[in-house]
T-cell receptor
Framework: AQKVTQAQTEISVVEKEDVTLDCVYE???????LFWYKQPPSGELVFLIR??????QNEISGRYSWNFQKSTSSFNFTITASQVVDSAVYFC??????????????FGKGMKLTVNP | DGGITQSPKYLFRKEGQNVTLSCEQN?????MYWYRQDPGQGLRLIYY???????QKGDIAEGYSVSREKKESFPLTVTSAQKNPTAFYLC???????????FGPGTRLTVT
């Protein structure tokens, strides 16, 4: 069965520290997608990245970077030089094919990041 | 501006009453989803719809019902049969089956 594990439930750092959020997944599919979402205190989930299982290149977007390693079934997310605005709950998610060729997302339980000034 | 609206943001109901949560999108997305989020938990899929007039049960559909009469709208009814309805409900949509999902601001439902 599809499963996403975010082992860390809560992390607290001081501004400007780097922080890595771990995500480990289990899937029966050979083709799948991985996602990261951010949920600020307002509650709305904000899409950060989607990664195809065939593309193992790391990605960098500003202070954010993602490390996808198929060999260890991990898709870790690093925030460099963290800022207070990065404080949020971060979810890792995995696509799961359902009936009729549809897809749903299987979410991890989330990791609450607090960045202190 | 394109996006997803959910209303109301906070909703209070007495036990035994049905309640309908609104979800509207103007992104021209085909697929729409309803998730439930409980404290310290990830999101769990309640119902999804890939196309107008068609919808499917997700992982936790018991006690919920939906309709998809228009592409833009996917309302969720929490019925009195739902044993633990108090939760944060999020609606999402996506252009296609494997695209990223865009989320609405959520409705926090409290049933007492």
């Amino acid at each position: 069965a599809q499963k996403v594990t975010q082992a860390q439930t809560e992390i607290s750092v001081v501004e400007k520290e780097d922080v890595t959020l771990d995500c480990v997944y289990e899937t029966r599919d050979t083709t799948y997608y991985l996602f990261w979402y951010k949920q600020p205190p307002s509650g709305e989930l904000v899409f950060l990245i989607r990664r195809n299982s065939f593309d193992e290149q790391n990605e960098i977007s500003g202070r954010y970077s993602w490390n996808f390693q198929k060999s260890t079934s991990s898709f870790n997310f690093t925030i460099t030089a963290s800022q207070v605005v990065d404080s949020a709950v971060y979810f890792c998610a995995l696509s799961d094919e359902i009936q009729g060729g549809s897809e749903k997302l299987v979410f991890g339980k989330g990791m609450k990041l607090t960045v202190n000034p | 501006d394109g996006g997803i609206t959910q209303s109301p943001k906070y909703l209070f109901r007495k036990e035994g009453q049905n309640v309908t949560l609104s979800c509207e999108q103007n992104l021209n997305h085909d697929a729409m989803y309803w998730y439930r989020q409980d404290p310290g938990q990830g999101l769990r899929l309640i119902y999804y719809s890939q196309i107008v007039n068609d919808f499917q049960k997700g992982d936790i559909a018991e006690g919920y019902s939906v309709s998809r009469e228009k592409k833009e709208s996917f309302p969720l009814t929490v019925t009195s049969a739902q044993k633990n309805p108090t939760a944060f409900y999020l609606c999402a949509s996506s252009l296609d089956r494997v695209d990223e999902q865009y989320f609405g601001p959520g409705t926090r439902l409290t049933v007492t």
